[in-house]
């Protein structure tokens, strides 16, 4: 039986995914789209851990928990998350410590750029 409650993902996640485009000419970066959404149970890192890892005040930094599948298991720092509104860079993915079934994303949002 898994230890992370249903309970617990309280909160709808997607994660969107950048390409490359090869025009012919030249291969450039694709915009981000929707790559699937996901439950997940949020924490946003605290003031005196943001302090130790130097972050800048208009930054939040946040941790993002899901269930571990196919799909979560591909999820890089290349990757975006997207909640309510916000865009959180991925800076960190890791298993959880729960018998390999969660991810862990560390993720940074600026406070002032919404999606």
């Not at 929707?34 to 130790?52: L, N, T």
């Not at 941790?63 to 865009?87: K, S, Y």
């Amino acid at each position: 039986m898994s230890r992370l409650g249903a309970g617990r993902f309280d909160r709808r996640i997607e994660i969107w995914r950048g390409g490359i485009v090869d025009d012919g000419m030249r291969r450039k970066n694709a915009p981000f789209s929707k790559a699937f959404a996901r439950w997940a149970r949020k924490r946003d890192v605290s003031d005196a851990e943001r302090a130790k890892t130097g972050q800048q005040a208009q930054e939040v930094g946040t941790r993002f928990v899901v269930r571990a599948d196919a799909q979560t298991r591909t999820i890089t720092g290349a990757d975006q998350v997207r909640h309510r509104g916000r865009v959180y860079q991925i800076v960190g993915v890791k298993e959880t410590d729960e018998r390999d079934d969660g991810i862990e994303i560390s993720a940074l949002a600026l406070t002032d750029k919404p999606a």
